[in-house]
């Protein structure tokens, strides 16, 4: 065994791991509030690729600054989705929020496949390479994962420290106490949604410095970022963080022994397992 490529695919699946995360905190976060399953999570991470491109290519921007837009960008439109596809759904069978975040899902798709086409885009972007003993690790992989990890850190205080955060936490844990008390539900729940995309577009901004995309590269990224919810417990936003690092060196680890082809069936057995063994996942759903 070349101990050089297992460690490099190592850091590799571990940096890759926390940007998997961080997408995966985006749909947990939105389900742990208001139990809504976001299907329009893959085409939203794919308008954050496309926000990060077009950034650098029309408006000269750095892609780093383009990665900012992005978030700024999801949380406008998780605001506006939530206000016309999802509000009316809250509390309603989850058949209802699947119908309606599948709805926002295919009109994202059919316009960015009209508009953008389906043809692979990709930013001229490099920042060097570092070598790490017997391995060489790009420094763009590394600013993603440090970037993630911020986002995660910030995430928390916010949720822990901060006035809207811990009307987030209300309303989660209890929404009719929470209205009695004062707390603008709707909004919070509205802000909420916009926080999740957020995050989504975020993700997609970071994996847009990294590999090439089409308007359909989020959907495999959605696939990952449910077996991360489950895996680190769906609900809990940083249990999928950790989940997230556990799928990344999976994806970093298989590929030593196995054909790349495995990787996807390696994590789905994962998620078949966890759902038999431990259904809440490694931490338990729902942390507030």
Not at 198 to 226: H, R, V
């Amino acid at each position: 065994m070349d101990m050089g490529f297992l460690m490099a695919s190592l850091i590799d699946g571990l940096l890759l791991g926390f940007v998997f995360g961080i997408a995966a905190i985006g749909l947990t976060l939105i389900f742990g509030v208001m139990e809504v399953i976001n299907l329009a999570h893959g085409p939203v991470i794919a308008l954050g690729m496309f926000t990060v491109y077009f950034a650098a290519t029309l408006l000269g921007l750095h892609p780093y600054a383009g990665v900012g837009l992005s978030a700024v960008t999801g949380l406008l439109l998780g605001i506006l989705i939530y206000a016309i596809a999802v509000q009316r759904v809250i509390g309603q069978p989850h058949l209802s929020s699947l119908l309606a975040t599948y709805s926002v899902n295919m009109m994202i798709i059919g316009i960015g496949t009209a508009v953008f086409t389906a043809s692979p885009r990709n930013i001229e972007f490099s920042l060097g390479s570092i070598t790490l003993g017997p391995a060489t690790i790009p420094v763009a992989r590394i600013v993603a994962a440090v970037a993630a990890l911020l986002a995660a850190v910030a995430l928390y205080f916010f949720m822990q420290y901060t006035r809207w955060g811990k009307f987030i936490r209300a309303v989660t844990d209890n929404r009719d106490a929470a209205e009695l008390v004062g707390i603008p539900s709707n909004k919070v729940l509205a802000f909420s949604f916009g926080l999740g995309t957020m995050l989504a577009m975020f993700s997609g901004g970071l994996i847009a410095t990294l590999f090439p995309f089409t308007i359909l590269e989020g959907g495999k990224y959605e696939l990952k970022s449910f077996v991360i919810s489950v895996l680190g417990g769906l609900g809990n936003p940083m249990g999928a963080l950790v989940g997230g690092i556990i799928i990344g060196l999976i994806e970093g680890l298989v590929p030593v022994f196995l054909p790349t082809t495995w990787v996807l069936v390696v994590e789905f057995v994962l998620f078949v397992l966890i759902l038999l063994v431990r259904p809440t996942g490694l931490f338990g759903g729902r942390a507030s």
